[in-house]
């Protein structure tokens, strides 16, 4: 799949088929986390692959974001002690960023391998981590809840009036 294909293409899915992903095509998607772009090499984050579905209705509960059930879900971590070690203060901000684009890394090869995913922010940050056996100094950033698509949604409009040339306010950069 071309690169182009996945950004404008990629839907936030809400429905799953109650079909397992495996655990290695789970692990695949986190090491795309890995490659994401990370400001100073910090690289603050961890990811927990979770395709037990008796874990999932754990995390599902405390997550009101999740509307349907996954076949997997993807912790993904923000090393608040490594990114304050290196950033100081603004670490913790930092290394929100660096997941950010860790999680867009996970979704874009999600999608290139058949499956479909939705960030999900609204959850009990600490039931989660005390779910997975995470360390204090771990903030569980995000979730990707990722399966097999029980939907195709449309794709939304977007607003091309936001993008500038040169200056903010400035238009000539519509496609």
Known sequence: MELKEAIFNRRSIR???????????????????????????????AFVGISDPLVIKKIRVISPGMLDEPAAVICVYSDQKKA?????????????????????NIMLRAFDLGLGTCVIRS???????????APEHMRPELLIATGYTDEKPALPAR????????AYGRRGAKK
């Open 15 to 45: 429905s799953f088929l109650e079909k397992p992903v495996g655990r290695e095509l789970i692990k695949e998607i986190m090491y795309a986390g890995i490659h994401a772009p990370t400001g100073g090499n910090i690289q603050p984050w």
């Open 84 to 104: 304050f070690e290196k950033a100081g203060k603004t670490g913790e901000v930092l290394a929100l960023m660096d997941c950010a684009m860790a999680a867009q």
């Open 123 to 133: 959850f009990n940050q600490s039931a989660v981590r005390v779910i997975t056996g």
């Open 159 to 166: 607003d091309t009036g936001v993008i500038y040339m040169e």
